[in-house]
């Protein structure tokens, strides 16, 4: 049996200038390689940067199940990037997440991981594919991992400060039972000034044992019940036992006067919904 997979667009590492790097998560390409690969054709006209593809994948099985996914990073940079690879669990310790290294957490995940080469060399303007698997424990609390490109070649600045690594790891979520399940607090709503846009604020707990990725929109009732806008919240990801605050900014200027906000969050073919008033002067 194989996990469902489901794969994230890239976020993107760009360098401010090409000797200066920060650690940073990837950002996935559409293409995936077998190996390296010489980018040819206007590589001089974009700005330097590092990039992992995917950035984010989304496993859906059981226990037991194996899990293989091919990374490839890509470097659009004139530094040549040399990266040892490790897996780590991400776990939730008073409501925030935890990079735990491999086999330290009970029935780690990150300890099954191999992968199908330890260190990788990236030339300026190629790119390099590794292979990864996990295997997941018969039991075990955890949901993700992170498979990371640890960067262990320093690159000096131009200004002759001390060199920088570069570190980019792709987060691959586990969903492996229908126990799902979500705690919301009191919205909370910031008044619109001068220099700030209305604002909807939820914070919402992950009570279950699956990751979660809301998505949200808060409407907007006038006191007679009609409809005078909405918008939509910025998307996260959830993990067990993890707590975020979910914002959205309403663009438009209210009349004074009293309203109500209704937030809609959509996950897992779930829907939760919460109101809460507010008045405008």
Not at 25 to 31: F, N, V, Y
Not at 72 to 82: A, C, G, L, V
């Amino acid at each position: 049996m194989k996990f469902w997979l489901r794969t994230i667009c890239p976020l993107l590492l760009s360098l401010a200038s090409t000797g200066t790097v920060a650690q940073a998560q990837s950002a996935p390409r559409t293409e995936a390689s077998a190996g390296p690969q010489t980018n040819i054709s206007g590589s001089e006209s974009r700005p330097p940067s590092l990039s992992l593809s995917p950035a984010v994948v989304l496993a859906r099985g059981t226990f037991g199940q194996s899990l293989s996914q091919t990374l490839t990073i890509t470097n659009d940079t004139t530094n040549e990037f040399t990266f040892e690879m490790a897996a780590q669990d991400v776990v939730v310790k008073d409501g925030k997440r935890v990079f735990v290294p491999a086999g330290e957490s009970q029935h780690s995940i990150a300890a099954t991981g191999v992968f199908s080469q330890k260190n990788v060399v990236v030339k300026p303007f190629t790119s390099a594919s590794v292979d990864v698997r996990f295997t997941l424990p018969a039991e075990t609390d955890i949901r993700a991992v992170v498979a990371l490109f640890r960067g262990t070649n320093r690159i000096a600045s131009s200004s002759g400060a001390v060199g920088m690594t570069a570190s980019l790891g792709a987060l691959i979520t586990f969903n492996l039972t229908p126990n799902v399940n979500v705690k919301p607090e009191p919205i909370q709503v910031i008044p619109a000034t001068e220099a700030a846009n209305l604002a909807v604020s939820e914070w919402m707990t992950n009570s279950g044992t699956e990751p979660i990725l809301p998505e949200g929109v808060a409407a907007v009732l006038n006191s007679k019940g009609a409809l005078v806008g909405k918008t939509t919240f910025a998307v996260q990801r959830l993990l067990p036992g993890e707590r975020l605050e979910f914002k959205a900014e309403y663009p438009d200027q209210l009349e004074p006067g009293s309203y109500k906000v209704l937030c809609s969050f959509q996950f897992e073919g779930k829907t939760l919904t919460t109101d809460g008033s507010f008045t405008v002067r």
